[in-house]
């Protein structure tokens, strides 16, 4: 039961890990710019812009029994967006390029999120060190109990 809940609590460190590195990442590439593609091209080649991503998080359950959470990235759809900017290298004869679609408050959420996650997930952890601290405890009593009885 003990290592269920450290199993659990490891899944949800992990997956916020990868919240955390998906957010930093979409806020880091948050102003890259490229042109913008023909309507119905794709963009390829030097210029493809950075595509964000967010983290989309499933239960794991083995044999009926909750078993922590797994965490993939997915990208989001539209992958940028077009941004009215007549100065940038990549405009074109309208002024517009390409921008990711990236939301930064959402990212921003997403960070604080994370971190309070990771907490609670640490909390778990310390949690269960201390009932093992406890029953190992109780366990060592029992022990010296019965040394003392068969002495």
């Given at each position: 039961?003990?290592?269920?809940?450290?199993?659990?609590?490891?899944?949800?460190?992990?997956?916020?890990?990868?919240?955390?590195?998906?957010?930093?990442?979409?806020?880091?590439?948050?102003?890259?710019?490229?042109?913008?593609?023909?309507?119905g091209a794709e963009m390829s080649g030097e210029?493809?812009?950075?595509?964000?991503?967010?983290?989309?998080?499933?239960?794991?359950?083995?044999?009926?029994?909750?078993?922590?959470?797994?965490?993939?990235?997915?990208?989001?759809?539209?992958?940028?967006?077009?941004?009215?900017?007549?100065?940038?290298?990549?405009?074109?004869e309208d002024g517009m390029v390409a921008a990711p679609n990236v939301d930064i408050a959402r990212?921003?959420?997403?960070?604080?999120?994370?971190?309070?996650?990771?907490?609670?997930?640490?909390?778990?952890?310390?949690?269960?060190?201390?009932?093992?601290?406890?029953?190992?405890?109780?366990?060592?009593?029992?022990?010296?109990?019965?040394?003392?009885?068969?002495?």
């Amino acid at each position: 039961m003990l290592s269920t809940a450290l199993n659990i609590a490891r899944s949800g460190l992990m997956a916020e890990s990868l919240r955390v590195q998906t957010a930093a990442s979409n806020i880091a590439h948050a102003s890259d710019r490229g042109p913008l593609p023909e309507k119905g091209a794709e963009m390829s080649g030097e210029n493809e812009l950075f595509k964000p991503l967010e983290v989309v998080q499933s239960p794991v359950i083995t044999g009926g029994v909750p078993g922590g959470v797994q965490a993939t990235t997915t990208q989001i759809a539209p992958s940028y967006i077009p941004v009215y900017e007549p100065d940038s290298e990549f405009a074109n004869e309208d002024g517009m390029v390409a921008a990711p679609n990236v939301d930064i408050a959402r990212n921003m959420t997403t960070l604080v999120e994370a971190k309070a996650a990771y907490k609670a997930n640490l909390m778990v952890i310390e949690t269960v060190d201390d009932m093992y601290d406890a029953l190992f405890d109780v366990m060592s009593d029992r022990d010296d109990e019965d040394d003392r009885r068969y002495r």
